[in-house]
DNA sequence: ACGCTTCTTGACAAGTCAGTACAGAACTGC
DNA sequence: GCAGTTCTGTACTGACTTGTCAAGAAGCGT
C-alpha cells in the first residue's frame, strides 16, 4: 500500500536514549537527536511525536528492556536465592540492571539508569514521565522483594526481617549508586559497597 | 567611592538554587534567574559569570551550607555516636542532610540533593560541576565515617567493620532516597528505608 | 554639592530552539 | 507500469536563548 518505514523503530529509541543519557533532556535538541538517530526531522515527527514522544517511548522502551533483567536474574528456585541477589546487586550497582547477556557500559556514568535520570531532571515537572520512572523502579523493586521472600523460604535469610523493607532499602542502594558512583569513584569502590549492602542483609539466627 | 550592591549575594544564589532544583540546570532560562532573584540581566552578569557562573557560586552555597551540617549532627563524643547516627540517618533519607535548625522543605522532591541533581544532570560534560558535586560527597562521607568510628571506640558497632564501606554504603542510601524518595513514595518509606539500613549496621558480636 | 565609580535597567543582536509545511522519493498493490 | 499512500529530507517560521551594550540611577568621598 504505502512506503514502509526505512528505520527500525527500537534502534532509533535506543539510540536517543544514549543522546538523552549523555545530554539529558534539556540539554538535547532534536537536531542532535537527529544526528544520533539519522533520521531527519519530518521523520520524527511522524513516527514520535516530537522531542517529548521520543523521551516517552525510549522510556516505555527502557522499561520494557529493564522488566526482563531483574527477573531473568531474580527468579528461580528458593535454593540459591540469596546467590542470585548477590550476583544481581554486584550488576546493578555497576549500572547494570539488564540481563546478564547484555554487556556493561563502559562507562559508569552513563549507564546510570536512565529513568532516574530522567525523573530526577523533568520528573517534576512531567507527570508521565514521573510515572514511567516509578514504574521502572517498582519492577524491580517487586523481583527482589520476591528473591528476598525466596531466600528466606529457604532459610538463607532471616524469616523475620520485611522483605518489602529490605527490597525498599537495596532498591535504594541500587539507585545511589547510579550517583555515587557515576562521578568519581572507582568500579572497586561500587563492588564493595554492594558487597556491605549485601553482607548486612540479616541472617536468620541460629539457635 | 563608589555605588555598592543592592542585594545580598547569598540570598540571590539561595533563591538561583531553588530553580535550578525546579526545573534542572537546562531547564532554567537566564530569565527565569533574573525573575526568581529579582535581579536584572545586566546585575547577573556583573556580579557572577552569567548562567554558568550562577550555578557554580549556588553549588559553592550549598557546599558551605552542606558541609556544617553533617558535622555539627555528627561530632562529638564517642558516647552517643550511634544514637547521633541514627539521627541524621533518618533526616538526611528525608532530603535534610543540614544542620537540625534547618526546617524540612515541603516537597521531598525539591529536597534532594541539590549538589546530586545537578552532577547528574550536567556533570558528565561539566568537570566544575562534578568536582562540587564531588566535595559535596566527600564531606557528608567522611563526616559518616568519622562518626561509625566513634560508635566503634564505644563499642555500638563492631570493630571489625570498614567504617569507610560503611559510610560509603550509608552514603549511597542516601543518594539513592533522593531519588527513590522524590517520587511517589511517602515519607515514611523513607523513614522505614533509613530505619531498614540503620538496624542492619552491624553490631558488635557479644561472645 | 560635585565628581567618580559602580550598580542597575532595559533594550538589542546573533544564534538556537521546537515544530510545521511542503516537495520529492520510495514502496506496495494492482 | 501506474496510482496511491506513506515516508524522508529540507527549508521555514516564530518564539526563545544567551550574552552584550549603553544610558541612567545611586551611593561614596571630599
Redesign the pocket.
Known amino acids: 500500500?504505502?512506503?514502509?518505514?526505512?528505520?527500525d523503530r527500537d534502534h532509533v529509541l535506543h539510540a536517543a536514549e544514549r543522546q538523552f543519557r549523555a545530554s539529558g533532556y534539556?540539554g538535547?535538541?532534536?537536531?542532535?537527536i537527529?544526528a544520533a538517530t539519522?533520521?531527519?526531522?519530518?521523520?520524527?515527527?511522524?513516527?514520535f511525536d516530537?522531542?517529548?514522544g521520543v523521551l516517552l517511548e525510549a522510556m516505555a522502551g527502557y522499561f520494557g528492556r529493564l522488566a526482563q533483567g531483574p527477573r531473568k536474574m531474580l527468579d528461580g528456585p528458593d535454593e540459591g536465592a540469596l546467590e542470585r541477589l548477590h550476583a544481581y546487586l554486584l550488576r546493578a550497582v555497576h549500572g547494570v540492571p539488564l540481563a546478564p547477556d547484555v554487556a556493561p557500559a563502559s562507562d559508569r556514568a552513563g549507564a546510570a539508569c536512565f529513568a532516574a535520570k530522567m525523573a530526577l531532571e523533568v520528573g517534576a515537572s512531567d507527570p508521565e514521565v514521573k510515572r514511567l520512572a516509578n514504574d521502572c523502579f517498582s519492577v524491580v523493586r517487586a523481583a527482589v522483594a520476591e528473591c528476598v521472600r525466596a531466600a528466606q523460604r529457604n532459610g538463607d535469610l532471616d524469616p523475620d526481617a520485611d522483605p518489602d523493607d529490605l527490597a525498599y532499602l537495596l532498591l535504594t542502594v541500587i539507585r545511589g549508586s547510579d550517583v555515587v558512583g557515576a562521578y568519581g569513584h572507582s568500579p572497586d569502590r561500587l563492588t564493595s559497597i554492594a558487597e556491605s549492602a549485601f553482607a548486612l542483609l540479616p541472617r536468620p539466627r541460629h539457635t
Do not use: C, E
Request: avoid cysteine; proline fraction near 4%.
Open positions: 500500500m504505502a512506503r514502509p518505514r526505512s528505520f534539556n538535547t535538541s532534536v537536531d542532535d537527529s539519522g533520521l531527519g526531522r519530518g521523520s520524527l515527527y511522524g513516527a516530537g522531542k517529548h
